[in-house]
């Protein structure tokens, strides 16, 4: 089978993340690529697509990769500025739904917490100043992020894709 880890990262959160999975991955039938730079979609027999959250969402970009991949299997890997609660990443799935291809099949998704970068931070806040407190409070924990354990966590995700791709 040949893997390929497709990934938009704007922080560098997602590309800790892509460079983690990609090293999980154990054949050397596997490619890695950033899609600022490198548009063209690799062939694969699974896909692993990572992205920073925007808006409950994903960038167009993505979106354009998902159209691509239709009818092979794929999971996602999502950074985010939030904390990756439950109800959270139900709420992000959900959102996400509407941009996952018909046909193909969903692996799953694995989910951290990231760093927000200061302008993005100051944006957020502008966007809900009655939540100003929780926000920075949620900043900080979040710029230790991706920290050890979530990049363990993303070895664990490629670890168990591949052993289900194969089935």
Known sequence: MKYAVIYQSKSGNTQRVAEQIYGAISTAEK????????????????YLIGFGI???????DITDVLEQIAGKKYALFVTCGYTPTDQYKE???????VWLPDAGEYLGMYLCQGNVESDRRKIMISQMPSKERELRQMFEMGSIHPDEEDLENAVDFAIKIQAESVR
């Open 54 to 60: 925007h808006g409950y969402s994903c960038s167009m």
């Open 31 to 46: 490619e890695m690529v950033d899609i600022d730079i490198d548009q063209e979609i690799p062939d694969a027999d699974v």
């Open 91 to 97: 709420k992000l799935a959900k959102n996400l739904e």
